[in-house]
């Protein structure tokens, strides 16, 4: 049964503390991991790699506290669920992206009419500001609807790797629909948790020069001493926080998958003609197929049907 958003966040924070409690030594390892999920995800290629590592690491933290990096990439190489995330992936970033263009543009040429219309500077100005923030807005949703959809589908690709392109999209856009809201409320609970902790980095790299000002002029070197110490500090702080943000925002969501998500794949059952029918009066029936071990592909093993049909 799905809990408040609150649970998975908490629940999360407790397996990633524990984690690192335990394994102070791995922390530069997970760091070093963290850059090349985010290189890997960035490039999108590596992206499905990347899924299984999460999913397998998410895993293996929940059920026993642990973690070995080398074997989260356990089944990475299947070559059909690697294609079929890797496929749907792309069609949601170009899809997304295309959107976002579009709108930029939308947003400048609107912006172009109405510098045209106004001849007041000053009102146009408004008008301008407007337009942006209302199309940042409907900007952001389309990326985190996007950045969701790819979420859950690497979450659903894993757990059931004989799943095809139709059936990740449709199990991650019904996803989205029922628990799209609670699934932003988590990540957003972990970004905001961890960006408190960087927000003094820009301040401390502008304010401490204004407050050592005098410094500067009479012990110079004492100064650029006091920079270095001060950039060295917040690259430590960032090599700490970094792994620490990566595996949060990797386990707390896969906490609310687990109750949440359907991994299930969908086939069409149509009816038989009849003799005296010309044409069949109905389309046919969705139902769900799910592999008794959901690790392996279901062509050598038998599929349990779920009688809850769809329409």
Same mark, same amino acid.
């Given at each position: 049964?799905?809990k408040?958003?609150?649970h998975?966040?908490?629940?999360?924070?407790?397996?990633?503390?524990?984690?690192?409690?335990?394994?102070?030594?791995?922390?530069?390892?997970?760091?070093a991991?963290?850059?090349?999920?985010?290189?890997? $995800?960035?490039?999108l290629?590596?992206?499905?790699?990347?899924?299984?590592?999460s999913? !397998?690491s998410?895993?293996?933290?929940?059920?026993?506290?642990?973690?070995y990096?080398?074997?989260?990439?356990?089944?990475?190489?299947?070559e059909?669920s690697?294609r079929?995330?890797?496929?749907?992936?792309?069609?949601?970033?170009l899809?997304?992206?295309?959107?976002i263009?579009?709108l930029?543009?939308?947003?400048?040429?609107?912006?172009?009419?109405?510098?045209l219309?106004?001849?007041?500077?000053d009102?146009?100005? =408004?008008?301008?500001w407007?337009?942006?923030?209302?199309?940042?807005?409907?900007?952001?949703?389309?990326?985190?609807?996007?950045?969701?959809?790819?979420?859950?589908?690497?979450?659903?690709?894993?757990?059931?790797?004989?799943?095809?392109?139709?059936?990740?999209?449709?199990d991650?856009?019904?996803?989205?629909? !029922?628990?799209?809201?609670k699934?932003?409320?988590?990540?957003?609970?972990?970004?905001?948790?961890y960006?408190?902790?960087?927000?003094?980095?820009?301040?401390?790299?502008?304010?401490?020069?204004?407050?050592?000002s005098?410094?500067e002029?009479?012990?110079?070197?004492l100064?650029?001493?006091?920079?270095?110490?001060?950039?060295l500090?917040? =690259?430590?702080?960032?090599?700490?926080?970094?792994?620490?943000?990566?595996?949060?925002?990797?386990?707390?969501?896969?906490?609310?998958f687990?109750?949440?998500?359907?991994?299930?794949?969908?086939?069409?059952?149509?009816?038989?003609?009849?003799d005296?029918?010309?044409?069949? $009066?109905?389309?046919?029936?969705?139902?769900?197929?799910?592999?008794?071990?959901?690790?392996?592909? $279901?062509?050598?093993?038998?599929?349990?049907?779920?009688?809850?049909?769809?329409?």
């Amino acid at each position: 049964m799905a809990k408040m958003h609150g649970h998975y966040f908490g629940r999360g924070r407790k397996i990633m503390t524990r984690y690192f409690r335990r394994n102070a030594s791995g922390l530069l390892l997970y760091f070093a991991y963290s850059i090349a999920r985010i290189v890997g $995800d960035v490039l999108l290629i590596l992206l499905p790699v990347f899924a299984t590592s999460s999913f !397998n690491s998410a895993h293996m933290l929940k059920e026993t506290g642990d973690l070995y990096l080398s074997k989260s990439f356990d089944h990475a190489e299947d070559e059909k669920s690697y294609r079929s995330l890797l496929i749907f992936a792309a069609v949601v970033v170009l899809g997304a992206g295309a959107l976002i263009a579009g709108l930029i543009f939308l947003n400048e040429y609107i912006r172009f009419i109405l510098f045209l219309a106004i001849l007041n500077p000053d009102s146009a100005s =408004i008008f301008y500001w407007m337009t942006f923030a209302v199309f940042t807005i409907i900007e952001s949703v389309i990326g985190f609807y996007a950045f969701g959809l790819i979420q859950v589908a690497s979450y659903i690709s894993r757990k059931n790797p004989s799943l095809g392109v139709g059936d990740i999209a449709y199990d991650s856009m019904q996803y989205m629909k !029922n628990h799209g809201g609670k699934l932003f409320i988590v990540d957003f609970e972990v970004t905001i948790y961890y960006a408190l902790w960087v927000v003094f980095y820009p301040v401390a790299w502008f304010v401490f020069p204004n407050l050592s000002s005098g410094l500067e002029g009479i012990f110079p070197l004492l100064f650029t001493i006091l920079r270095y110490v001060e950039l060295l500090f917040m =690259i430590f702080h960032l090599v700490v926080l970094l792994p620490h943000f990566m595996m949060l925002i990797t386990v707390s969501p896969y906490l609310l998958f687990e109750e949440t998500a359907d991994a299930s794949r969908h086939v069409v059952i149509y009816p038989k003609k009849k003799d005296e029918v010309t044409e069949p $009066d109905t389309r046919g029936r969705y139902i769900s197929a799910i592999p008794l071990n959901e690790l392996v592909d $279901d062509e050598n093993h038998p599929l349990e049907v779920n009688s809850d049909d769809r329409r």
